[in-house]
């Protein structure tokens, strides 16, 4: 009898042998090249002042998707039309970003909500009159006083509402100080008529298009806004300087917590605060107002805390 093994007990142990080998490969192969890490999914709402529309939607938003994952939809109105939004329950949110500080005491406390406990301020950008240089009243605006011109018959005035956005109030405020700077008296009623003349007023996230379209022949926006849109801009004077001042927070129970964080964290980092220098904003030290504490934890270390 032949001590050979038989050829398919032969062929049999070969392929065992092939199968050990298989699997050892791939058991290595995994345990040196772990399966990738799934990135993060999900949306982050974020409610922010009007002014920001451009450098939101076209610069943070898609940066902030292609960094981490998360998409943001963003909602663009008057700051203080959004804290009252917010606070009526009326609009839902998981980061606030207003153009004042002062728009977020609208936010805390338990009288209204404790919707912000906490805020950081982070970027400024001053008021400026911004005109349509196809306007018949363009090179009147170079070489006069913007006051007198603006005076004349049939000139239109664009600005936003002093009681819906922070703008708007600061428009009031200047023109009102113009009168006593430039020795006008009676300047701000000629001008402006009354504080929410209808003729004049606009929602923030419109201003820009309408001076685009031909609508109006001026008027007042942060210089971000003009940057963002090569508006023509006269500045005004060092005694009547007025700027936004923009601050960010995570409102309290915010649907999309981990998402919200994550926003916040981009927006101050590096990449996001390239991308606000770049459409005008003047990035300034961050500052945290409100109880500091109740900023979270892995906010503290991008904000200094």
């Not at 006593?180 to 923030?204: D, I, K, M």
Request: proline residues 6%; hydrophobic residues 45%; positive net charge.
């Amino acid at each position: 009898m032949s001590r050979d093994v038989p050829f398919r007990h032969r062929l049999a142990l070969v392929a065992s042998v092939a199968l050990s080998v298989t699997l050892t490969a791939c058991g290595a192969s995994s345990a040196t090249n772990p399966a990738p890490k799934v990135r993060p999914h999900g949306e982050v709402v974020v409610l922010y002042a009007g002014s920001l529309v451009d450098v939101m939607e076209n610069s943070i938003g898609p940066a902030f998707h292609a960094a981490t994952g998360y998409s943001m939809q963003g909602i663009a109105a008057g700051s203080t039309a959004l804290a009252q939004q917010i606070k009526g329950r009326l609009r839902q949110g998981d980061v606030f970003i207003s153009a004042s500080p002062n728009v977020n005491a609208l936010l805390e406390g338990t009288a209204n909500g404790e919707w912000v406990s906490w805020y950081a301020s982070f970027a400024q950008a001053p008021l400026v009159i911004g005109y349509n240089p196809k306007s018949s009243f363009a090179n009147a605006l170079r070489t006069r006083p913007w006051y007198s011109v603006m005076e004349e018959k049939g000139f239109r005035l664009g600005r936003t509402d002093p009681k819906l956005d922070p703008k708007g109030a600061l428009t009031v405020s200047a023109v009102e100080a113009a009168q006593t700077f430039y020795h006008q008296p009676g300047l701000a009623q000629r001008v402006l008529g009354s504080a929410e003349n209808p003729a004049q007023v606009f929602p923030e996230q419109d201003l820009v298009g309408r001076l685009q379209a031909g609508q109006l022949d001026a008027g007042f926006f942060y210089s971000n806004e003009a940057v963002q849109a090569n508006i023509p801009t006269i500045a005004l004077p060092a005694g009547l300087h007025s700027a936004a001042g923009f601050t960010v927070t995570v409102l309290r129970g915010a649907p999309h917590a981990a998402a919200a964080d994550a926003f916040v964290r981009f927006l101050l980092g590096s990449k996001g605060l390239s991308l606000l220098r770049a459409d005008g904003l003047k990035i300034v030290p961050f500052q945290v107002s409100g109880t500091t504490i109740a900023v979270p934890k892995d906010l503290r270390g991008t904000m200094g805390r």
